[in-house]
């Protein structure tokens, strides 16, 4: 089935830990994104990517870090430098550089715990 | 900048009603996309709707319907005849245009919690 895949579902980090969050999708979509939710928020967009090899901060970027080393995947880290690092992650992708890329098509969802 | 306001938090109405969730948006671009995404309690964001800038045209889909009004930069999304599924958050949401033609990312309101009761 086409669609995007996060992995894992659930993820607890120690803090001090840096820990690297999975998003595949096999649309054939040439932009990829990364949104953070903290409870009874809006998302808010952390970082995006419109092509291999290239990528752009969004609102929220500090503390996170991301690769887009093949069209496929973008995966999301957040390091230790993310003072607030709890919360669910939805990774997205569209077509992008057209008109049919303002649609943009959500994954599960990944929910990130600090103990 | 760009800013989406979803002024209701939460609304809980019975079955069968009919509901209205509000969408008020602000941006200096004059080409701009518009939606509506369902969130149900699984987390994962549904697509329900695009309208773009220049298309004002209310848009019928089945049990919902979309009222877009420039004039008041508004985008509001009815659901007739609630069914207890349609409990959920809902997110209105509106991107730009980069200089390439493609979106930069979405802006999203905090969205309404919509909580149907049988």
């Known amino acids: 089935d086409g669609g995007i895949t996060q992995s894992p579902k659930y993820l607890f980090r120690k803090e001090g830990q840096n820990v690297t969050l999975s998003c595949e999708q096999n649309?054939?979509?040439?932009?990829m994104y990364w949104y953070r939710q903290d409870p009874g928020q809006g998302l808010r967009l952390i970082y995006y990517s419109q092509i291999v090899n290239d990528f752009q901060k969004g609102d929220i970027a500090e503390g996170y870090s991301v690769s887009r080393e093949k069209k496929e995947s973008f995966p999301l880290t957040v390091t230790s430098a993310q003072k607030n690092p709890t919360a669910f992650y939805l990774c997205?992708?569209?077509?992008?550089?057209?008109?049919?890329?303002?649609?943009?098509?959500f994954g599960e969802g990944s929910w990130l715990t600090v103990v | 900048a760009q800013k989406v306001t979803q002024a209701q938090t939460e609304i809980s109405v019975v079955e069968k009603e009919d509901v209205t969730l509000d969408c008020v948006y602000e941006?200096?671009?004059?080409?701009?996309?518009l939606f509506w995404y369902k969130q149900p309690p699984s987390g994962e964001l549904v697509f329900l709707i695009r309208r773009n800038s220049f298309d004002e045209q209310n848009e019928i889909s089945g049990r919902y319907s979309w009222n877009f009004q420039k004039s008041t930069s508004s985008f509001n999304f009815t659901i007739t005849a609630s069914q207890v599924v349609d409990s959920a958050v809902y997110f209105c949401a509106l991107s730009g245009l980069n200089s390439g033609g493609g979106a930069d990312g979405l802006t999203f309101g905090k969205g309404t919690h919509l909580i149907i009761q049988p």
């Open positions: 997205a992708s569209s077509f992008g550089q057209d008109e049919r890329g303002n649609t943009i098509y």
């Open positions: 649309l054939n979509h040439d932009a």
């Open positions: 941006t200096r671009d004059t080409t701009y996309y």
